[in-house]
């Protein structure tokens, strides 16, 4: 029999034991769509080291930017890998705030964050749900989902937000990259933002933080700068680069602490030319 826990927005072949990196980084983001499960790691996390939920919010402001950016210079049409749950701030609701005509889709491998997504965007024939695995750069590109709304003529800017720190390096984030960038036509753009640090930047605090989470939910790979760049070949980075994700034009003096020159994350946006 079905748990009367289950909410109506959960699938029936969901796992309500298991965590996902999806619903975490829901609850933290201060959403509703999360399990006991989830909130479970996700305080766990938080209780050895609070400034986890301080990053997953940067990462989302840097989401939010990097739309923006990217609507500024003439983008109408957005790929966004790895997209989560939708919390208020969304791709869509952005780029369609700027121009109603504006179109996303959005690829995530998590059934509960498809099924909401799927929930909350009827209607709104300008936006699409994938479910599949975005490693896989030809199936996504060949999709239904993005063939019939995305235009391969024009422009796209493609989101990478906290996804690639999830992908170890022996299954080659820098070619997964790759291959969604020889597909996109110039004048395309690509935002990433990744966990990472310099060498004198690690807090020993963090190896219990990240031990809790490797094992309640995902490996997690932690990159350099320089990593991170390399991430860009076949782009040009503008200004500022990859950068610490506070850094990275900030939308005003207060979003800048004393902290942000060692904040362990980077962003960066980068043009196909």
């Not at 599949?132 to 422009?155: C, Y």
């Not at 999830?166 to 291959?179: L, M, N």
């Not at 990275?248 to 980068?270: H, L, Q, T």
């Amino acid at each position: 029999m079905e748990s009367v826990d289950r909410p109506n927005w959960a699938p029936g072949d969901i796992d309500l034991a298991r965590p996902s990196i999806a619903r975490v980084y829901d609850y933290w983001l201060g959403g509703a769509h999360n399990f006991a499960v989830d909130r479970a790691v996700a305080d766990k996390v938080l209780g050895d080291v609070p400034v986890i939920k301080s990053i997953v919010l940067n990462h989302r402001a840097f989401l939010r930017r990097a739309v923006r950016f990217m609507l500024s210079r003439g983008i109408r049409q957005f790929l966004d890998l790895g997209s989560g749950i939708p919390t208020v701030g969304n791709v869509h609701e952005i780029a369609q705030a700027t121009d109603p005509s504006a179109r996303v889709v959005y690829v995530d491998m998590d059934a509960v964050a498809v099924a909401h997504s799927r929930a909350i965007l009827t209607g709104n024939e300008l936006v699409n749900v994938l479910q599949t695995d975005v490693r896989d750069a030809k199936q996504v590109l060949a999709s239904p989902e993005v063939q019939g709304l995305l235009d391969f003529d024009e422009p796209i800017g493609v989101l990478m937000i906290a996804l690639l720190h999830f992908v170890p390096d022996a299954e080659d984030p820098r070619g997964i990259v790759g291959d969604y960038r020889d597909a996109l036509p110039d004048g395309s753009y690509l935002a990433i933002s990744h966990a990472g640090f310099e060498e004198d930047d690690w807090d020993p605090a963090w190896d219990d933080a990240r031990g809790v989470y490797n094992r309640g939910v995902s490996e997690m790979c932690f990159r350099r700068q320089h990593e991170i760049e390399g991430m860009f070949d076949g782009f040009d980075l503008v200004e500022p680069g990859v950068a610490r994700l506070p850094l990275w034009r900030p939308e005003s003096p207060e979003d800048v602490d004393e902290g942000a020159a060692r904040f362990i994350s980077f962003g960066g946006v980068g043009r196909k030319a």
